[in-house]
């Protein structure tokens, strides 16, 4: 389980630039260019597959990791290519049509949101292991006392960390100005209050 998450957390390093460059490739295609964004994915892939083989073989053993922990050297590096690929797109298609794609303010403001939720979901996590105990077999694991995982069930422990971590998310974003969270949170307001509405009439 520990070695999943760590695979996560590689993985969410490449989220942002991996959508946003398929957004680009869409108006390349719309421009009738097909070359353009082939020719940054066959550098995205060869790159990526230098760096796989490299955190995979070469890393674990340099670092003195556990050859397990090379696996998470993949997903981290296949994101750092996924940004120098939509780097190179967006850069592509500013000089078609000016600039484009999430400003550096709001792609700020994203990870701004995300980290203070993400610290929101650990505390609860923490609380968790301090109030049930870290479950068993933790200390087995590699660093398995550091951060361990509830003594409780998986499926409600993720709930509850990563209920947390949405709500936090979206009024976060929400405040800073970002439109849609502000329609998400309106909807959910707007629900409960039609709830409301409703359980007071019934009364």
């Given at each position: 389980?520990?070695?999943?998450?760590?695979?996560?957390?590689?993985?969410?390093?490449?989220?942002?630039?991996?959508?946003?460059?398929?957004?680009?490739?869409?108006?390349?295609?719309?421009?009738?260019?097909?070359?353009?964004?082939?020719?940054?994915?066959?550098?995205?892939?060869?790159?990526t597959a230098v760096l796989a083989y490299w955190s995979a073989v070469k890393m674990p053993g340099?670092?003195?990791?556990?050859?397990?922990?090379?696996?998470?050297?993949?997903?981290?590096?296949?994101?750092?290519?996924?940004?120098?690929?939509?780097?190179?797109?967006?850069?592509?298609?500013?000089?078609?049509?000016?600039?484009?794609?999430?400003?550096?303010?709001?792609?700020?403001?994203?990870?701004?949101?995300?980290?203070?939720?993400?610290?929101?979901?650990?505390?609860?996590?923490?609380?968790?292991?301090?109030?049930r105990g870290a479950s068993p077999g933790a200390e087995q694991e590699w660093h398995g006392t550091?951060?361990?995982?509830?003594?409780?069930?998986?499926?409600?422990?993720?709930?509850?960390?990563?209920?947390?971590?949405?709500?936090?998310?979206?009024?976060?974003?929400?405040?800073?100005?970002?439109?849609?969270?502000?329609?998400v949170a309106g909807g959910v307001l707007g629900g409960l209050g039609r709830l409301r509405t409703?359980?007071?009439?019934?009364?």
């Amino acid at each position: 389980m520990r070695y999943l998450w760590y695979v996560l957390i590689g993985s969410s390093i490449g989220l942002v630039a991996a959508t946003q460059g398929r957004l680009c490739s869409s108006a390349f295609y719309a421009f009738k260019d097909t070359r353009t964004p082939l020719v940054f994915a066959a550098i995205r892939v060869a790159l990526t597959a230098v760096l796989a083989y490299w955190s995979a073989v070469k890393m674990p053993g340099l670092l003195g990791l556990p050859r397990e922990i090379g696996c998470v050297g993949i997903t981290a590096t296949t994101g750092l290519a996924a940004w120098l690929e939509f780097l190179l797109l967006r850069r592509g298609l500013s000089r078609r049509i000016g600039p484009s794609g999430i400003s550096p303010g709001a792609l700020l403001k994203l990870w701004f949101a995300a980290a203070v939720a993400a610290a929101g979901g650990l505390g609860v996590k923490v609380a968790l292991a301090w109030w049930r105990g870290a479950s068993p077999g933790a200390e087995q694991e590699w660093h398995g006392t550091a951060l361990p995982m509830p003594a409780m069930n998986a499926v409600l422990a993720g709930v509850l960390v990563l209920g947390v971590f949405g709500v936090l998310y979206f009024a976060i974003t929400a405040l800073l100005g970002n439109e849609q969270s502000r329609a998400v949170a309106g909807g959910v307001l707007g629900g409960l209050g039609r709830l409301r509405t409703l359980q007071r009439r019934e009364r």
